[in-house]
């Protein structure tokens, strides 16, 4: 007869302290560290030095800077972010015990990640992602062996009908992306005393990831809010890497 796992009390107390030698835990002992889906980072991690021909496309577009800080207030723009999921494929298996289906698991499948950010007035961030997917596949002319360069119109001059596409190859235009989960807990104590505290961290990073789609933004004269744009990413796989807090 197989072992029957034990069950854990039904309730909790409500107060604190607990008091005494009981085993029950307190209400705020499991509900007062709960994470918060306000604190996050995403890193697309854009360098204007890159040697990569993404990298040369990018910074010719205009899109990405000598300015370090001006190339990082890309992160800072996003709005939201969905942190990455996997499901497993499965075989059914039926036969091997009478009247049981078995499930077993085949591969893993990793589903895609969006994140919104918020579009600046010289709208950089939509252009940053449209850059990136015409370089992915960029224009070329039935005339000349190489593609248009990339400009502010986001094609070049790519209005023949006899133009065509022809899609790079898979390293060329796969980076790593990294969204990093924390908490609000950067500094303790108040005032002059108060001491930065790297907090625990779990971070995301999305291998070959490249952007899969731009959704389409709508505009309307009834009521004016602020834009975002929502853009969709494949990637291979992704690790996780988590720190555990420390005190500087």
């Not at 010289?122 to 370089?135: A, D, P, S, T």
């Amino acid at each position: 007869m197989a072992q029957q796992l034990p069950i854990s009390p039904l309730y909790i107390k409500q107060t604190l302290p607990r008091g005494g030698d009981t085993p029950l835990p307190g209400a705020i002992d499991l509900f007062g560290a709960l994470s918060v889906t306000s604190q996050f980072k995403v890193s697309l991690h854009l360098a204007y030095n890159g040697t990569t021909d993404l990298d040369k496309w990018l910074r010719e577009s205009g899109v990405i800077t000598e300015n370090i800080q001006t190339n990082n207030f890309y992160d800072f723009f996003c709005a939201e972010a969905t942190l990455p999921g996997v499901i497993f494929d499965t075989a059914d298996e039926f036969g091997s015990r009478q009247g049981v289906l078995e499930k077993f698991p085949t591969k893993k499948v990793y589903t895609d990640f969006t994140i919104t950010l918020y579009v600046d007035n010289e709208y950089q961030n939509i252009r940053l992602f449209e850059e990136w997917m015409n370089y992915i596949n960029p224009v070329y002319t039935s005339t000349s062996n190489g593609p248009f360069p990339a400009s502010e119109i986001g094609q070049g001059e790519a209005n023949s009908t006899t133009d065509f596409f022809r899609v790079k190859y898979p390293d060329t235009y796969r980076r790593t992306i990294s969204i990093s989960k924390f908490e609000r807990d950067f500094y303790t104590g108040s005032g002059v005393g108060s001491k930065r505290a790297q907090p625990t961290t779990l971070t995301y990073r999305m291998i070959d990831a490249y952007p899969i789609q731009i959704t389409p933004i709508p505009v309307t004269y009834e009521g004016s809010q602020i834009t975002k744009t929502t853009i969709s990413f494949a990637y291979s796989r992704y690790i996780t890497e988590k720190y555990k807090a420390k005190q500087d």
